[in-house]
């Protein structure tokens, strides 16, 4: 039987300086925050006209960056401190509010802020601190909305107090890395908004959550702890470069002014009007750098192709009850910036600013027009920013860079249909850029060896970085309901077969006390698909129209905080906590009637040509949740590892708005609610080197809400309503690995190393075993109907979450294994579409049907190849489930029919499993069920449904989950 020595093979341990967390520091931090907002009943014009329910809560996300400065003093091991920090983003909440919710509120933070007291534990290079202290946040508030002229506006800093924590980890003698949560809260305030002629005052409720990681830099500290001296020889960062660059960005675009049509038309509502830009961009750079002692000084001119847009609905005239849609899209931009940066020997971090420059165009158009006008031109502004750039070998540098690009006001000229107009145009952008340097003359510093060199990290930490390619595809699915018949769906949109293309940046942190610290952000776009709107009914029958999806914006991010509690060489098991963010944002065009209804017909098409092609409905939204999850990494070969992610999402808040573009009184309409989520992810990587690897995996996300609702204006009661959001798709990727290798890959640079095999027997995977699975499904419910074909529904798509055990046996001979397993999960899949929709059933045609699966059970027989602590396998045989099947009525007898029972059916999949420990193996599987028709049940009412089975005619499922066995004899004898 193996030896305690054989469950954790780590590296040696190196004896370090003491080291000490004492003195100031200073440093910089990237991240996600969330604000929310509850405005509360207001004086003046904004005040209530009726009975209200306040307050109404806006809720907002999105990347945060910024700075801190601070003081430790420690005391054996406890650390005292002091640290004031500074974040800055473009975090702007909706919500509907005052004089009989006509008015939509906003509240845009720019800037947050804490200054707080920190106490910690250190261990080895680790701090585990908790802060507390004060807080300031500074806002900027609007209201807009129909029954006044102009807009309402103000500004205020609200003062608060923060708690927290996190995790922080020396990284150099003088560098440490961080990962901090903070929940600040700002109490209530009355806040004073006018619009020039009148004012109001509006009580407001704010807080906010933050998520950040960052660097300190410890100028004048002892080294840290656990840290051993770095030497800063390396490069000569002297000379000139070419080079290329690829990336993301975002932009807050504000239209504040306007003169000629665009006032005129706006005389009677407002004509102010603000929203988000995401795109991507790709160029070149050349520079020269000039280094003296450790400082390098330099200039960069760099160009890029871009297109970053974006479209905010503007020029409200409330007479007409329309409004402009205006638009922004950056075609170039470019910079020409100096920098100053500080050289570690192979690394460079740097600054730098200096001017930018953007080419643009866009358009004002009226919603229900198709005619527009029109603007281009060059727009000048200034930058800032930060990187770190990395000597590869050769002549080849890597980088990555944040800027932030302010383009300051100006006032754009537009021209079109015999019309002139000018708008007065704010922007600002920030910017994620990597990429790639040839160094035409580079020298190394004196004494420098000439081989490339991984950065000084300290002893048992390695660090991975690398960039993915992330294609997709997706729906989001939205059901409105009745405020006051709460069972009664009143409209359903789908935005079905988004195809989404991201480029994403991760990383992982691995210590020698088994802590881990991984996250990535992407950002991309989501383009194809259709969106089908539906109404029961829109008049005089059930409607369902088609609109053509494109130019729509993704982003995602996630960070993880984690324990490996099982480490061998390469192979580790371990859990964490995290959090993840989805952004997605569809744009619908064009307005085609695809059922009964004459709402976009052929003939409202012609009296009303911008129904064809115009902008007509968008859906803007962010998830933002707490993730639990198991991570696994399999060295399956001296060139192969598998690593994977199972995560679920026990809470989920979800903040969006829908814009119908055609509507001026819900353009936008904003909604909120909270849900749940899960996530798998699994990616195979290849060793080219010991240090660069590349890969390809897969990933899928599913989010729904438990509760979600909107007001509409006028209406006394929210809407209740529910979401689905579902992404899934592959990914390829490259990476590099800084710092120490694990000792089976200690080895020259360049090469790969194979430890030397062991005199002993090979995996023997013959045992009784017993085990845990959690992971996430997807399926797929279809409905017989005997009236005619329905372009949409007729069928119903679900995704969500399982967990659960299975018990089995395996039996090997030679390379074969044979293998039996009883396995058994709780399950959540949930979803909801359209049935019968072509039913003769009156105005009241279209029917919400859905099922939910609560259990998956399998009996199955498995047969595998094992090549020593790998086994690959197939399985198959009998399964089941548990659901309950619905059909909505409400609109005949007040009611929803519902089923629930047991289906039987079959499953075929495969997988594979690894021989982790001597006794635990842990795996990757994928199971497709089928099983048939569900139980049938029937109505009588409406009589267009007599006779007719309301159950689906076929139920399959797709689930990926990862697995842990306990085998109760061990794998070999070691």
Not at 153 to 178: C, H, I, N, R, Y
Not at 279 to 287: E, R, T
Not at 479 to 500: M, V
Request: glycine share 14%.
């Amino acid at each position: 039987m193996a030896g305690a020595a054989d469950l954790s093979a780590r590296p040696a341990a190196t004896a370090l300086p003491a080291g000490s967390w004492t003195g100031f520091y200073l440093g910089v931090h990237a991240g996600a925050g969330l604000t929310s907002a509850a405005w509360g009943d207001a004086t003046g014009p904004l005040g209530a006209s009726e009975a209200q329910n306040f307050p109404v809560i806006g809720n907002a996300g999105a990347a945060i960056g910024g700075g801190q400065i601070g003081y430790n003093q420690q005391i054996g091991s406890y650390v005292l401190g002091v640290e004031l920090d500074a974040s800055f983003g473009q975090l702007t909440g909706l919500t509907r509010c005052a004089n009989g919710w006509q008015s939509i509120c906003s509240d845009s933070t720019d800037a947050l802020g804490t200054l707080a007291a920190r106490l910690g534990y250190a261990f080895d290079n680790v701090l585990v601190y908790g802060k507390a202290g004060g807080a300031f946040a500074r806002s900027s508030l609007t209201a807009t909305g129909l029954a006044y002229a102009g807009q309402f506006t103000g500004s205020d800093t609200a003062f608060g107090w923060t708690v927290g924590g996190g995790v922080e980890v020396a990284l150099t003698p003088q560098v440490s890395a961080k990962a901090e949560y903070a929940y600040l809260d700002f109490g209530s305030g009355t806040a004073g908004l006018s619009n020039g002629a009148l004012s109001s005052a509006v009580d407001v409720t704010r807080s906010a959550q933050l998520v950040k990681v960052g660097l300190n830099w410890h100028p004048a500290t002892a080294p840290l702890p656990g840290t051993a001296p770095a030497s800063a020889s390396g490069r000569n960062w002297s000379g000139l470069y070419v080079g290329g660059h690829a990336g993301g960005a975002w932009a807050g675009d504000d239209w504040t002014a306007a003169t000629g049509l665009l006032r005129t038309v706006s005389a009677s509502g407002a004509f102010p009007g603000s929203g988000d830009a995401q795109g991507l961009f790709g160029g070149g750079q050349v520079g020269i750098d000039y280094q003296f002692g450790q400082w390098v000084v330099g200039a960069e001119a760099s160009a890029s192709a871009a297109s970053i847009g974006g479209a905010t609905p503007c020029a409200s005239n409330n007479r007409a009850l329309m409004n402009y849609s205006c638009s922004d899209t950056l075609t170039a931009m470019g910079t020409l910036a100096g920098r100053l940066g500080w050289s570690l020997g192979d690394a460079l971090v740097y600054g730098k600013a200096g001017a930018a420059w953007a080419q643009a165009n866009g358009t004002a158009q009226p919603t229900e027009s198709a005619l527009y006008l029109s603007q281009s031109g060059t727009r000048w502004g200034w930058m800032a920013g930060a990187g770190l750039e990395y000597a590869l070998g050769g002549n080849l540098s890597a980088f990555v860079e944040y800027d932030h690009f302010d383009f300051g006001t100006q006032d754009l000229a537009y021209a079109g249909f015999g019309e002139a107009a000018t708008a007065s145009f704010k922007q600002r952008l920030d910017a994620v850029r990597m990429g790639l340097n040839y160094r035409l003359a580079w020298g190394e510093a004196a004494g420098a060896p000439a081989a490339p060199r991984a950065p000084a990290l300290p002893v048992g930490w390695t660090a991975e970085i690398g960039a993915r390619y992330f294609a997709s595809t997706g729906r989001m699915q939205k059901d409105l309901y009745d405020p006051f018949t709460p069972q009664r769906l009143n409209s359903r949109l789908i935005y079905d077969d988004t195809t989404g293309q991201a480029g994403e940046a991760f990383f992982r942190f691995d210590n020698r006390n088994d802590l881990f610290l991984k996250g990535y952000a992407g950002l991309g776009t989501l383009s194809g698909g259709t969106l089908y709107d539906e109404d029961f009914p829109a008049g005089p029958a059930y409607s369902n129209t088609a609109t053509t999806l494109r130019d729509g914006h993704l982003s995602y991010g996630a960070l993880d905080l984690g324990y490996d509690f099982i480490t061998r060489g390469r192979d580790t098991l371990g859990a964490f906590v995290g959090y993840r963010a989805l952004y997605q944002q569809a744009n619908g065009y064009g307005c085609l009637q695809i059922a009964q209804s004459n709402v976009c017909d052929a003939a409202q098409q012609a009296v009303f040509p911008a129904l064809i092609s115009n902008r007509a409905l968008s859906e803007t939204e962010l998830w933002q949740g707490v993730a639990l999850g198991l991570n696994s990494r399999m060295a399956l070969s001296d060139r192969l590892r598998l690593e994977v992610d199972a995560a679920y999402l026990p809470y989920a808040l979800r903040a969006s708005s829908d814009n119908h573009w055609f509507r001026a009184d819900i353009n936008p309409q904003t909604e909120r609610g909270h849900g749940w989520g899960t996530q798998m992810e699994a990616v195979l990587t290849y060793a080219v080197t010991d240090r660069f690897d590349v890969g390809i995996g897969g990933r899928y996300w599913f989010f729904a809400t438990d509760e979600a609702s909107t007001q509409f204006p006028g209406a006394p009661l929210r809407s209740p309503q529910t979401f689905y959001t579902e992404r899934y798709g592959a990914f390829l990727q490259a990476s590099y690995r800084f710092g120490d290798l694990p000792p089976p890959e200690a080895a020259a640079p360049g090469r790969i190393a194979k430890a030397p095999a062991p005199a002993q027997a090979q995996a023997n995977w013959t045992a009784l075993y017993a085990g845990a699975t959690l992971g996430a499904g997807k399926a797929h419910t279809t409905y017989q109907s005997p009236f005619a074909t329905p372009v949409s529904g007729d069928a119903v798509d679900l995704g969500g979450a399982l967990a659960g055990g299975q018990v089995g046996a395996d039996y090997q001979m030679g390379h074969l294994v044979l293998g039996a397993e009883a396995a058994g999960a709780w399950a959540h899949l949930t979803g909801t579409d359209t049935c019968f929709s072509t039913a003769p059933a009156g105005e009241n045609s279209g029917f919400n049907c859905g099922s939910r699966v609560s259990a998956l059970g399998s009996l199955t027989g498995r047969l595998g190849y094992a090549a020593d602590r790998v086994l690959l396998y197939a399985r198959g045989g009998f399964a089941w489930n548990r659901q309950s099947d619905s059909l909505n009525t409400v609109a005949f007898d007040g009611g929803i029919l519902a089923d629930s029972g047991s289906n039987t059916g079959w499953t075929l999949g495969g997988g594979i499993e690894y021989a982790l420990l001597p006794n635990l193996s842990v795996g990757l599987e994928y199971k497709h069920y089928d099983f048939g028709a569900a139980s049938a049940f029937s109505t009588t009412v409406p009589a267009a449904l007599a006779g007719v089975n309301l159950a689906p005619d076929g139920v399959r499922i797709d689930t990926v989950a990862m697995n842990l066995n306990w085998r109760f004899t061990a794998f070999d004898p070691r």
